[in-house]
C-alpha cells in the first residue's frame, strides 16, 4: 500500500477566495488523480497529474479553475480557485505506483467548505 | 445512463448476516475491478481487487465478477458493526486512461 499524507484535512473558505490542497505519498508514484465526492455521491475525476506534463482535466472541469501542480513523483497540489459554495465537497488525492497500474489508494481527503 | 451503477441502499442488517453488495456497469472495456470501503470522514480504502471474471476470496470478503452479465457482487460473511461504511464498487479499463470509474456507493449498517 502507499501512505498518502493530504492537507488541509478541511477548512472553511470565503467565496471568491481559493484554497491549495496538497498531496505527500510515501512513495514514488507515476499517476496521481484527483477527485471530488459531493455530499451522498460518489467520486468524479477531476483530472490526472503527471509528473513532467501538464495535468489532463475530465470533462466539466477547466485548468483556469482547479490548477494542477505535479513538482515531483511523491507531491501534488490542487487549487480550486474563485470559490463559490457550489465547491463545497471533499477532495480526495489518489495514487497508483510505478508498476501497478490499476490499484489505487486514497489521502484521507479535504472537506471543503465555501461560505 | 451512468457507466456504473450501485444501488445506494441505505442497507441495514443484523450482525452475523452475509452481504450482498452489487455494482453493474455498461463499458465492456473495464478490466480491473475494485471495491473500496469508506468509513464517514476518512478517504476510500481497498478492499478487494480482481482481474477479469471469476472469484476472489479475502478472510470473510468475497468478490464475484461476471463480465458477460456485466455484474460485479462483494459478498461480506459474518458481518460486523465494524463492517458499517461506504462500499463503492471501482472499475478501470486495461489499456489508455487508467484513473477508475465509481459506483455511487451503498451505505451499510450493521445492528449488533
Known amino acids: 500500500s502507499a501512505v498518502i499524507s493530504q492537507k488541509p484535512s478541511r477548512d472553511i473558505c470565503q467565496r471568491g477566495t481559493s484554497l491549495t490542497i496538497q498531496c505527500q505519498v510515501d512513495s514514488q508514484v507515476t499517476m496521481m488523480f484527483w477527485y471530488r465526492q459531493q455530499p451522498g455521491q460518489s467520486l468524479t475525476l477531476i483530472a490526472t497529474a503527471n509528473q513532467g506534463s501538464e495535468a489532463t482535466y475530465e470533462s466539466g472541469f477547466v485548468i483556469d479553475k482547479f490548477p494542477i501542480s505535479r513538482p515531483n513523483l511523491t507531491f501534488s497540489t490542487l487549487t480550486v480557485s474563485n470559490m463559490s459554495p457550489e465547491d463545497s465537497s471533499i477532495y480526495l488525492c489518489s495514487v497508483q505506483r510505478l508498476g501497478r497500474n490499476t490499484e489505487a489508494f486514497f489521502g484521507q481527503g479535504t472537506r471543503l467548505t465555501v461560505v | 445512463q451512468k457507466e456504473v451503477e450501485q444501488d445506494p441502499g441505505p442497507l441495514s442488517v443484523p450482525e452475523g448476516a452475509i452481504v450482498s453488495l452489487n455494482c453493474t456497469y455498461s463499458?465492456?472495456?473495464?478490466?480491473?475491478f475494485m471495491w473500496y470501503r469508506q468509513y464517514s470522514r476518512k478517504g476510500p480504502e481497498l478492499l478487494m481487487y480482481?482481474?477479469?471474471?471469476g472469484n476472489k476470496e479475502d478472510g470473510r470478503f468475497t468478490a464475484q465478477v461476471d463480465k458477460s452479465s456485466k455484474y460485479i457482487s462483494l459478498f461480506i460473511r459474518d458481518s460486523q458493526p465494524s463492517d458499517s461504511a461506504t462500499y463503492l464498487c471501482?472499475?478501470?479499463?486495461?489499456?489508455?486512461?487508467?484513473?477508475?470509474?465509481f459506483g455511487s456507493g451503498t451505505r451499510l449498517q450493521v445492528q449488533p
Open positions: 480482481t482481474y477479469s471474471s
Open positions: 471501482a472499475m478501470s479499463v486495461a489499456a489508455g486512461r487508467r484513473a477508475l470509474t
Open positions: 463499458n465492456s472495456a473495464f478490466q480491473y
